[in-house]
């Protein structure tokens, strides 16, 4: 199975588990997120839910181009995209903090499944961005909407996207994506991140959730992301994207 889903006393941890393919994102880990996010709605006593890569050298190395780049017009792309999108909306708007625990590189569409969350704890060596633009496309699961709503300098964030390229895991504090860094285990990390929060009563930290929820609703968060996603599709039937895929996957192979 591309994916593990684990409950543990007051929190969901969702973990891609496709080491082999850098943790990349097929049909299958949407599936198990969808099924995650889903879970955790239905459970009044969870508090959290975390997501992660399996191993220590990807937290998520974007959508499976291999299976993916068979898309090959708009209206192709946006299916998958805007199915995708939908889940990181469901994962976003969680009514409990979310954490995505980057034990590695997060890019391209990594790198939004980690921004969707509320929280980031990066692994010292992680390296993080939004690659999206070297294939000749724009973020296209809603990253780049979120990471303009994350209270980062409004410079830095879009030097973030337009950069490119990956941060270290010290750039990403500096600018603020990151909310804290660790560089021994992981699950030490986010025990050590929730022990004051989990003292608090469900209610209490959905409450606290509401606030924020709120304001995406009032400014029509969800139409502002899939916006994003069709822009995103339509640069995707592009032949310049076509031929960068082309060139990334015969070079990874």
């Known amino acids: 199975m591309a994916y593990k889903i684990e409950t543990y006393e007051d929190f969901i ?4 588990d496709r080491q082999e393919k850098r943790n990349a994102v097929n049909g299958e880990v949407m599936k198990g997120l969808k099924e995650a996010v889903a879970l955790s709605k239905e459970q009044d006593h969870v508090k959290f839910f975390v997501i992660t890569g399996s191993g220590d050298k990807a937290f998520c190395s974007g ?3 291999s299976e993916f780049h068979r898309l090959k017009t708009e ?3 946006f299916g998958m995209l ?3 999108g939908a889940i990181l909306y469901d994962l976003a708007t969680l009514e409990i903090p979310t954490i995505a ?5 997060a890019v391209g569409g990594g790198c939004e499944i980690a921004t969707a969350c509320d929280y980031r704890l990066v692994a010292g060596h992680a390296k993080c961005g939004f690659i999206q633009g070297t294939l000749a496309i724009t973020s296209g699961w809603g990253g780049g909407t979120y990471l303009l709503e994350r209270g980062l300098r409004h410079d830095y964030a879009l030097k973030m996207l337009s950069d490119a390229t990956t941060y270290d895991a010290r750039q990403l504090y500096e600018i603020g994506w990151a909310t804290k860094l660790f560089d021994n285990s992981g699950e030490r990390a986010l025990n050590e991140f929730i022990a004051k929060m989990r003292n608090l009563h469900p209610t209490v930290l959905r409450a606290y959730k509401e606030i924020q929820l709120r304001k995406w609703k009032e400014s029509k968060m969800y139409n502002r992301v899939m916006e994003e996603i069709r ?7 592009s032949d310049v994207h076509h031929e960068a895929v082309n060139r990334f996957l015969n070079k990874s192979n």
């Open 13 to 16: 941890l969702f973990t891609i």
């Open 101 to 105: 625990l980057v034990n590695g590189a």
């Open 63 to 65: 959508g499976d181009l």
């Open 231 to 237: 822009l995103c599709a339509k640069l995707w039937e």
């Open 82 to 84: 805007s199915e995708m």
């Open 75 to 77: 209206e192709q792309a």
